[in-house]
């Protein structure tokens, strides 16, 4: 047998949804940055969902569904208070409302194409209510309802806040959730898709998924970025702890990526986007601090940022707490797993690899007995 570690350049099966090819990312053929620059999240739902751009009018039919379904069932509220949500990580929370909510769902278990469907919209819509209801629970407040006449991002922000955001935090995060909505055949997503590969549900596909991103060598990275800026502190530290942690073999969080060898394509994005916010806020340190950790990776190590490095400033110029990040991770990649559940039951097959057995040769068993 011969065992490909990591998996690394196995193609393990057919997509239409995303490609990475060339260092270039596109979603249904629609480069990212021509998506980053132009559309709407809720436009990139749709297209991941049916492989086409919107018309105006099945855009907002898409739209009504999601502000039609953004409540959370009052059970999911009630459950937050019953465990030591202070000491919660938010991705497990995350992970464990996604199941919960499933138990709320009469259709769970329904495999016809078009329960599925609905099943996507519910909770898409319902993401966003989770996170932040999340939030403002373990701090003493009372959680927001969703409001019907804000959009995805505009919701998401509002939720967290309580206040209505300023249109350009709208814009970065709208923009924000647009590069992470989609990316082939990541952990997370090849996660996804082997569970419900067994004709499991959507909510198992899904609570299995967040599992999965919540590493820190997949979405956990961004927390874990802004954990390293916060350590680094000043400018002139960036310099000694980088080269530290180089000289000690430690990864630099942030850096490096199983596909693109020349850089990640929504880097530049989230780095335009991290220069803006930080002036504004009156903190360029972060943006400073992070081109210089960069310059120093890329020179020692040829490795680029990915898309998890400069997404950590933005959203912490956006007054995100810092454990909110890979949970907003979820929030967008949630319609990649989505669209990849959906492809996988139209064309299923388990997913079920072989290992190569390095264990001892046949034994003998020994009763306790007799055993030394
Ligand atoms: C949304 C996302 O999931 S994007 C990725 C987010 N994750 C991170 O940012 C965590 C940091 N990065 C990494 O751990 C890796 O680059 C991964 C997990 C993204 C890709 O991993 P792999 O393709 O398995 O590469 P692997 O970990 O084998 O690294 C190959 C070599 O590059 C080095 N390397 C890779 N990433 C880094 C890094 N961030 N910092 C320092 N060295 C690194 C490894 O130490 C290894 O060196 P060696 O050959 O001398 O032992
Ligand atoms: O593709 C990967 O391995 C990780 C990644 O960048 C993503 O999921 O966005």
Same mark, same amino acid.
């Given at each position: 047998? !011969?065992? !490909?570690?990591?998996?690394?350049?196995?193609?393990?099966?057919?997509?239409?949804?995303?490609?990475?090819?060339?260092?270039?990312?596109?979603?249904?053929?629609?480069?990212?940055?021509?998506?980053?620059?132009?559309?709407?999240?809720?436009?990139?739902?749709?297209?991941?969902?049916?492989?086409?751009?919107?018309?105006?009018?099945?855009?907002?039919?898409?739209?009504?569904?999601?502000?039609?379904?953004?409540?959370?069932?009052?059970?999911?509220?009630?459950?937050?208070?019953?465990?030591?949500?202070?000491?919660?990580?938010?991705?497990?929370?995350?992970? !464990?409302?996604?199941?919960?909510?499933?138990?709320?769902?009469? #259709?769970?278990?329904?495999? #016809?194409?078009?329960?599925?469907?609905?099943?996507?919209?519910?909770?898409?819509?319902?993401?966003?209510?989770?996170?932040?209801?999340?939030?403002?629970?373990?701090?003493?407040?009372?959680?927001?309802?969703?409001?019907?006449?804000?959009?995805?991002?505009?919701?998401?922000?509002?939720?967290?806040?309580?206040?209505?955001?300023?249109?350009? $935090?709208?814009?970065?995060?709208?923009?924000?959730?647009?590069?992470?909505?989609?990316?082939?055949?990541?952990?997370? !997503?090849?996660?996804?898709?082997?569970?419900?590969?067994?004709?499991?549900?959507?909510?198992?596909?899904?609570?299995?998924?967040?599992?999965?991103?919540?590493?820190?060598?997949?979405?956990?990275?961004?927390?874990?970025?802004?954990?390293?800026?916060? #350590?680094?502190?000043?400018?002139?530290?960036?310099?000694?702890?980088?080269?530290?942690?180089?000289?000690?073999?430690?990864?630099?969080?942030?850096?490096?990526?199983?596909?693109?060898?020349?850089?990640?394509?929504?880097?530049?994005?989230?780095?335009?986007?991290?220069?803006?916010?930080?002036?504004?806020?009156?903190?360029?340190?972060?943006?400073?601090?992070?081109?210089?950790? #960069?310059?120093?990776?890329?020179?020692?190590?040829?490795?680029?940022?990915?898309?998890?490095?400069?997404? $950590?400033?933005?959203?912490?110029?956006?007054?995100?707490?810092?454990?909110?990040?890979?949970?907003?991770?979820?929030?967008?990649?949630?319609?990649?797993?989505?669209?990849?559940?959906?492809?996988?039951?139209?064309?299923?097959?388990?997913?079920?690899?072989?290992?190569?057995?390095?264990?001892?040769?046949?034994?003998?068993?020994?009763?306790?007995?007799?055993?030394?």
């Amino acid at each position: 047998m !011969t065992v !490909t570690r990591g998996l690394e350049g196995v193609v393990a099966t057919t997509s239409s949804i995303s490609s990475i090819i060339d260092d270039t990312l596109t979603y249904v053929g629609y480069d990212i940055d021509d998506l980053a620059e132009n559309a709407s999240f809720e436009e990139v739902i749709y297209l991941l969902w049916h492989r086409k751009l919107p018309t105006q009018s099945q855009l907002e039919e898409l739209k009504n569904q999601l502000a039609e379904n953004a409540e959370l069932p009052k059970g999911v509220l009630e459950h937050f208070k019953m465990y030591p949500i202070d000491k919660v990580h938010p991705m497990a929370a995350l992970r !464990t409302a996604v199941s919960l909510i499933g138990l709320y769902d009469e #259709e769970a278990d329904l495999m #016809e194409k078009e329960s599925n469907y609905q099943k996507a919209i519910r909770l898409q819509a319902k993401m966003p209510a989770i996170v932040t209801a999340f939030a403002r629970i373990r701090k003493g407040l009372e959680p927001i309802s969703p409001r019907k006449d804000l959009g995805f991002a505009a919701n998401f922000l509002y939720m967290l806040s309580g206040k209505e955001p300023e249109p350009i $935090a709208i814009e970065a995060f709208d923009k924000a959730l647009v590069l992470h909505a989609d990316h082939e055949l990541n952990a997370s !997503t090849f996660t996804a898709r082997v569970c419900v590969a067994t004709l499991s549900d959507v909510y198992s596909g899904i609570t299995a998924a967040i599992g999965a991103l919540k590493g820190p060598l997949h979405g956990g990275a961004n927390e874990a970025v802004m954990k390293m800026l916060s #350590e680094i502190g000043t400018l002139e530290n960036v310099e000694p702890y980088v080269r530290g942690k180089l000289e000690n073999k430690e990864k630099i969080m942030g850096f490096g990526h199983r596909v693109y060898r020349k850089g990640d394509p929504r880097a530049k994005h989230l780095r335009d986007m991290s220069k803006k916010l930080t002036e504004l806020t009156g903190e360029p340190q972060w943006f400073e601090m992070s081109t210089k950790i #960069e310059s120093i990776v890329t020179g020692e190590k040829n490795l680029p940022p990915n898309v998890d490095f400069y997404s $950590a400033s933005v959203y912490h110029s956006l007054g995100i707490d810092h454990d909110l990040f890979t949970p907003i991770f979820a929030v967008s990649r949630v319609s990649g797993w989505l669209a990849h559940i959906l492809e996988q039951y139209e064309n299923n097959r388990l997913i079920r690899p072989r290992a190569d057995y390095t264990g001892p040769g046949m034994q003998k068993y020994v009763p306790i007995q007799q055993r030394g």
